[in-house]
């Protein structure tokens, strides 16, 4: 090569090499229809082959819930378009444009194919290698006296950590509306102190997958019905214990001044323990309805996740579970309602229609109990918000945002647009 070449061949290797075009090797590497491919920003890519030969990319994460798309299947939605089915609750992301029936929009990447190189659009650096994931979690199987309580009987916390410990969700259920009553009425003064269990305790028979093992069959559309409220059981059994969890882990919090929460914190939380055991009260007896019950399927704990990640920080507690998931929740229900109201369940749409107005109240108490501890201690509160987000939530923000919703809930766009993914 004499110099000439190899000034053009260096020139032409630098232009690739600062292009968005990221290389994930030989075709042949790709036989399996969904590949998982892991993105340096945490927003991982599923790679697509089709059985003609052709390749597509997307967000991995199902912008519904999360759930694992690249174990999901492609089916054809009779308009010769393709699209990834997620596995959790059968939401359709077409191939080509990455919008769903639903009316949800997940992120597409352009892939081209170079002399048997497969090539994706994106800015992130790429990598086939599994970030290691986190190990099973065993769930909690402490009983109240393992748990190191300082609190007596007629306190918040010796009720919230025996609450927290209780596997049966119906006897959580029934424990949580006896101590809303009795804090309520006077009859628990004190919020006292415990250390709460790492894990709540849940029933043996129920079987807990972790986040991207539960892939569910088809069914009718009754059985997919089954399947969506038996997964919002799921998650209001998990916020139950959330809520119980921040009141006894941060039972004795203090302010940079000294002081320590007020007592209206404690008794928002409450009330809001109260909201998710009658909303998990609502969905289970309308599992039962339709003729099923719950623990008859899978479920997962992705939710305690976010818990352990947020257990030694108030501020990301809140910001992660209260003002990004419980937020997430109000964004994804108008889709969630029309499908029940598509296949003319009135009953479950009203129970949905319930639990979307307390939701909004549990996203405006995040917003409120975190505004107050930044101003107390002089923190900036968007950008304070901003950097947790970051720190502890993997990804991006992801519209459609409910932007009514968050808004009825004090959340305008400028706590959740800064965090969603620049456009390339
Ligand atoms: S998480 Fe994908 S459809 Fe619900
Ligand atoms: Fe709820
Ligand atoms: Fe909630």
Redesign the pocket.
């Given at each position: 090569m004499d110099c000439f070449e190899e000034d053009l061949v260096n020139a032409l290797r630098e232009i690739v090499n600062s292009s968005n075009w990221q290389c994930l090797g030989k075709k042949s590497n790709f036989k399996s229809q969904c590949t998982k491919v892991y993105s340096e920003d945490g927003e991982h890519i599923v790679l697509i082959r089709t059985e003609d030969d052709r390749f597509w990319a997307m967000d991995s994460s199902?912008?519904?819930?999360?759930?694992p798309?690249d174990l999901g299947d492609i089916e054809d939605l009779g308009n010769g378009k393709l699209a990834l089915i997620?596995?959790?609750?059968?939401?359709d992301f077409c191939l080509d444009t990455g919008e769903s029936s639903t009316g949800l929009q997940n992120q597409i990447y352009e892939v081209r194919v170079v002399q048997d190189n497969v090539y994706i659009n994106t800015q992130n650096a790429l990598s086939l290698c599994p970030i290691p994931e986190i190990n099973t979690v065993s769930l909690g199987k402490e009983s109240l006296e393992d748990v190191k309580s300082t609190s007596t009987e007629d306190t918040l916390c010796y009720w919230a950590t025996k609450i927290l410990c209780t596997p049966d969700p119906k006897d959580k259920v029934m424990l949580t509306q006896e101590v809303l009553e009795r804090w309520n009425s006077g009859k628990i003064t004190e919020v006292g102190q415990a250390a709460p269990p790492a894990q709540p305790s849940r029933k043996d028979s129920l079987t807990v997958l972790e986040p991207g093992k539960i892939k569910r069959g088809k069914g009718g559309t009754q059985a997919s019905r089954i399947a969506l409220l038996h997964?919002l059981a799921n998650i209001e059994q998990w916020a139950i214990d959330l809520s119980w969890d921040i009141i006894a882990r941060f039972s004795s919090f203090t302010l940079s001044s000294g002081e320590p929460l007020p007592r209206q914190f404690f008794s928002d939380f409450v009330k809001v323990a109260g909201d998710e055991a009658k909303h998990y009260l609502l969905l289970e007896r309308r599992i039962t309805e339709l003729g099923s019950y719950f623990g008859a399927l899978p479920v997962h704990n992705g939710l305690w996740q976010s818990a352990t990640d947020t257990s030694q920080d108030l501020l990301a507690r809140l910001a992660i579970v209260h003002m990004v998931h419980e937020a997430r929740g109000l964004d994804?229900h108008p889709q969630t309602l029309s499908r029940f109201a598509a296949q003319d369940d009135m009953s479950s749409v009203k129970v949905l229609e319930v639990i979307y107005s307390d939701e909004i109240t549990h996203v405006a108490a995040g917003l409120k109990w975190f505004t107050y501890i930044c101003s107390e201690e002089g923190r900036e509160c968007l950008s304070t918000f901003h950097e947790l987000v970051k720190q502890h939530f993997k990804g991006y923000l992801k519209p459609p945002f409910n932007t009514e919703g968050r808004k009825t809930a004090g959340m305008t766009e400028e706590w959740y647009v800064p965090l969603v993914k620049p456009s390339s």
């Open positions: 199902c912008p519904h819930e999360g759930g798309l997620c596995p959790w609750h059968h939401f997964s994804v």
